[in-house]
């Protein structure tokens, strides 16, 4: 424990979605990264973006992605974060959340769609996000079966944009609409428009 994760300016600046022309990119976030050794995969404290998506991509959990993302391309066009910056020493690692590192990740990537994979990333993101929305279970949990996968695929494929918990149940998988948290309670409002 101890490393920090941090993106290029050049990423963010790749993926912003910013409004010329480009189409929003889709925010993955996931609990916490780790690392056998975390701070040897760190460079002054932090992981870099580029190093620790390819770690990502090859790894369990990003093999799961993969269903969801199933092309380069596709991969290449979202972006990923976790719901902390710090990075565990094993993969049993449970660090807390920090949401202001999460919204300013969002603030950043200014999303179309926010993905929460897993049970910290959802309840951080019901609570402090009132933008489109889809929860699914970590990918890497071993009920987790291929047709949730493809059915997240299918969401967020589609240019849907609403608020959507996926349940993986015996031989099924339920959907459930997740409720925005009243304006009071919540520390970023989504832009009718898409984004932040």
């Not at 269903?67 to 565990?88: E, L, Y």
């Not at 929305?133 to 071993?142: A, E, G, K, V």
């Amino acid at each position: 424990m101890g490393a920090i994760m941090s993106e290029t300016h050049e990423n963010f600046t790749k993926n912003s979605g910013v409004d010329d022309g480009q189409v929003r990119p889709v925010l993955v976030v996931l609990q916490n990264a780790w690392a056998y050794q975390p701070e040897r995969v760190a460079r002054n404290g932090e992981w870099p973006y580029e190093s620790w998506v390819w770690a990502l991509q090859y790894s369990r959990t990003g093999q799961r992605l993969c269903r969801i993302f199933d092309t380069q391309d596709k991969w290449d066009s979202a972006h990923f974060c976790n719901t902390t910056p710090m990075v565990g020493d094993c993969s049993g690692s449970k660090l807390p959340p920090n949401a202001e590192y999460v919204l300013g990740k969002i603030e950043k990537v200014r999303p179309r769609l926010v993905v929460a994979c897993g049970k910290q990333a959802e309840a951080l993101l019901t609570k402090e996000w009132s933008g489109p929305l889809l929860c699914i279970p970590h990918p890497t949990c071993r009920i987790v079966t291929n047709q949730l996968l493809f059915d997240a695929k299918d969401l967020v494929e589609s240019g849907w944009k609403g608020r959507m918990k996926l349940i993986q149940r015996r031989g099924a998988v339920e959907k459930v609409e997740v409720a925005i948290v009243p304006i009071g309670e919540r520390l970023v409002e989504a832009d009718p428009n898409g984004g932040v």
